[in-house]
């Protein structure tokens, strides 16, 4: 598990291995426990009302991304939650590759060009010792930015 958090955005990137499962479970009682654990390990006060959105790949696992609304409107009690959540089903996930040999990764992406970087989009399911290498070299592409990069961007074929 890998966590983002950038005031009221958090980001938690789940691969496979935190999740055998798909998410078909209660979403909601599953975040209520997140922020409690949030707020136990993280000493992160979570109040309030959030923008959940799960964008989920077979092959990666899940990217959850957290937002919090600010309404002037409403007063949110201390550790109120309320909050709406949007599952992306089979989302594309791209990885920028930043500085790295692009050898090792050939049977296992396919490799893209836009605005001068290079991005991979894996082709297959791979192992979790190669996953964690691609998370720890990379930053992970998603949503709207993934599909201007597979539309516009130049598919490169690497022999």
Known sequence: MKMCIDSDEMTIYLTRI???EKLDFDLEEYFKKLFLKLKNFYDINVSG???IDV???KNYGYIIKINKEH???LEYLDNQVDMRINVHEDTDILFEMKD??????QKILDFYFYHN????????????ITLSQLLEMCD??????NNMIENYGKKLKID
Request: charge should be negative.
């Open 100 to 105: 790295i040999e692009i050898a090792q990764f």
């Open 55 to 57: 964008f989920e790949n």
């Open 140 to 145: 992970s592409v998603y949503c709207d930015e």
């Open 71 to 73: 309404f002037d409107y």
């Open 49 to 51: 009302y959030y923008l």
């Open 18 to 20: 935190y999740l055998q």
């Open 117 to 128: 970087k290079l991005y991979g989009k894996l082709k297959k399911e791979i192992n979790t």
